[in-house]
């Protein structure tokens, strides 16, 4: 199998999958064209000044001591209602969500 049609086998097969039409305004040239146009739109708007970049990494840095203060919390004992309770409070401001921006399973 040729490089193109390593690159192209994925997209084709999705495509063969979803039962669309073989139109001939649809075709891999125009498909690689809208992904890259897409891929090169999201870098111009990923970028962050300098003065940005220092604000997330201080949030971050808050975020962890949160954390740490909640994980040191459930290591004392606590009910985990009031270390979440505390890490909340502790997390005002910085992060999005109930857990301060992180979230895993139980």
């Not at 039962?19 to 075709?27: G, K, M, R, V």
């Not at 919390?73 to 890490?87: A, N, R, T, W």
Request: with cysteine; hydrophobic share 40%; glycine share 6%.
């Amino acid at each position: 199998m040729s490089a193109s049609g390593i690159v192209w086998y994925p997209i084709r097969s999705v495509l063969s999958h979803r039962d669309l039409p073989n139109h001939p305004s649809i075709n891999m040239n125009k498909i690689a064209l809208f992904l890259a146009a897409m891929s090169l739109s999201w870098g111009a708007v990923a970028q962050h000044s300098k003065k940005e970049v220092e604000q997330d990494i201080a949030r971050h840095r808050a975020m962890a001591e949160a954390h740490e203060a909640a994980a040191k919390c459930l290591e004392s004992g606590k009910k985990p209602d009031q270390c979440i309770q505390e890490l909340q409070t502790a997390c005002r401001g910085l992060a999005l969500g109930k857990y301060c921006g992180m979230k895993h399973a139980h």
